[in-house]
């Protein structure tokens, strides 16, 4: 089974800068079968990004995906306090999926 | 634009069976394919995916509670269900349930507002 690991586990930034978020998998993985979620409190886990970069319905063009192999970035530009939030990656292969842990972003 | 809503008790006594619905409405079970799922989020942790079923009747587990967990479709009243046998106070969880279409590389586009359920001692 793939395990996801994401890092860092929180990070504190200020409106306007760029947020670099990590997800690294146990094993090569098909860029295919990566995601993004975005998860507020109180709320539901949103999509954000699918198959490494490509963008949900209404997601913001601040919000970008990238990697391969084994290690995937989230990049969100220009940071609003709205997006303070978890970020969660999500892996789909063998029949089975699984979630990073999370990063947690902060908003000075 | 499709909606799902879990459903069930919120409070389950330890070593009993936590059962749970999910009503989809909005669009049919039967209609297009995809992998109808549960995901929990232990109080204050991350995700945890439990199981899925597609309208085929085809199923995947969660490999860690695989031996306590069930998951059926009710396409009669556009409905899936999850139940997970010999509770604790582990189980005890926001539940999720999600839509992921049956592709390559499915991905849950469409979520449940989620239920909380405490499992009691």
């Known amino acids: 089974e793939i395990v996801l690991t994401q890092s860092p586990g929180t990070l504190s930034l200020s409106p306007g800068e760029r947020g670099t978020l990590s997800c690294r998998a146990s094993?090569?993985?098909?860029?295919?079968?990566l995601a993004w979620y975005q998860q507020k409190p109180g709320q539901a886990p949103r999509l954000l990004i699918f198959?490494?970069?490509n963008k949900a319905s209404d997601i913001p063009d601040r919000f970008s995906g990238s990697g391969s192999g084994t290690d995937f970035t989230l990049t969100i530009d220009r940071l609003e306090p709205e997006d303070s939030a978890v970020y969660y990656c999500q892996h789909y292969g063998s029949a089975l999926f699984s979630f990073g842990p999370g990063t947690k972003i902060e908003i000075k | 634009q499709v909606q799902l809503q879990e459903s069930g008790p919120g409070l389950v006594k330890s070593s009993e069976t936590l059962s749970l619905t999910c009503t989809v409405s909005?669009?049919?079970?039967?209609?297009?394919?995809?992998?109808w799922s549960w995901i929990r989020q232990l109080p204050g942790k991350g995700l945890e995916w439990i199981a899925y079923i597609h309208k085929s009747g085809s199923t995947s587990y969660n490999t860690s509670l695989k031996n306590r967990l069930s998951i059926s479709l009710d396409t009669s009243h556009n409905q899936f269900s999850l139940a997970l046998s010999s509770v604790t106070a582990a189980d005890t969880a926001m539940y999720y349930c999600?839509?992921?279409?049956?592709?390559?590389?499915?991905?849950?586009?469409?979520w449940g507002q989620g239920v909380l359920v405490t499992v009691s001692s």
């Open positions: 999600a839509r992921a279409p049956a592709v390559t590389s499915p991905t849950f586009d469409n």
């Open positions: 909005g669009d049919s079970i039967n209609s297009g394919t995809y992998f």
């Open positions: 198959r490494t970069y």
């Open positions: 094993q090569t993985i098909s860029r295919s079968s």
